[in-house]
């Protein structure tokens, strides 16, 4: 089953989100202050990428910072990630390429090409399927071999 967020927490962390675009200094303080906090649990990187990827009605700024925030997350900590938040990280990256906002495109393609997250899953599918295919090729040249072989 997919993940799916908890209304409340979902809300939190968009509150959160809006609150940091604040230019006061002392709601930036407390926002750095939360999200050190809200670090400390895997689970937040799928509101993350939550509300990067499936809040399309969300305004594209919290969305694009919900992405980079993210992108400082997987950064950092990403060895540290539980596998089925990477998977989910993942797998959101590649089911939204193709997003309609240029922005979120962009927040997207940015996290791609400064960590691999997605390029490594599409270099790893790449590489199955030209293993898969090799084999294949490997097994029909045997399978000649052997018809030569027999034939005579």
């Not at 399309?56 to 060895?79: F, M, W």
């Not at 400064?114 to 899953?121: A, K």
């Not at 293993?131 to 027999?150: E, G, H, I, K, P």
């Amino acid at each position: 089953m997919e993940w799916q967020p908890d209304e409340q927490g979902l809300q939190q962390v968009l509150q959160l989100l809006k609150d940091s675009q604040s230019p006061d200094t002392a709601t930036q303080r407390a926002v750095q202050e939360k999200l050190e906090q809200l670090n400390q649990f895997p689970d937040f990187n799928n509101y993350l990428i939550f509300v990067l990827t499936s809040l399309k009605s969300e305004d594209e700024p919290t969305r694009s910072l919900s992405g980079l925030i993210l992108k400082n997350n997987v950064k950092a900590h990403y060895q540290n990630f539980p596998p089925l938040v990477a998977d989910f990280i993942k797998r959101e990256c590649l089911n939204n390429i193709g997003d309609p906002s240029p922005l979120i495109r962009a927040t997207i393609g940015k996290r791609e090409r400064e960590f691999s997250v997605c390029v490594c899953l599409l270099v790893s599918v790449c590489m199955c399927l030209l293993v898969s295919v090799c084999m294949c090729l490997l097994v029909s040249v045997c399978m000649c071999l052997l018809v030569s072989v027999c034939a005579y």
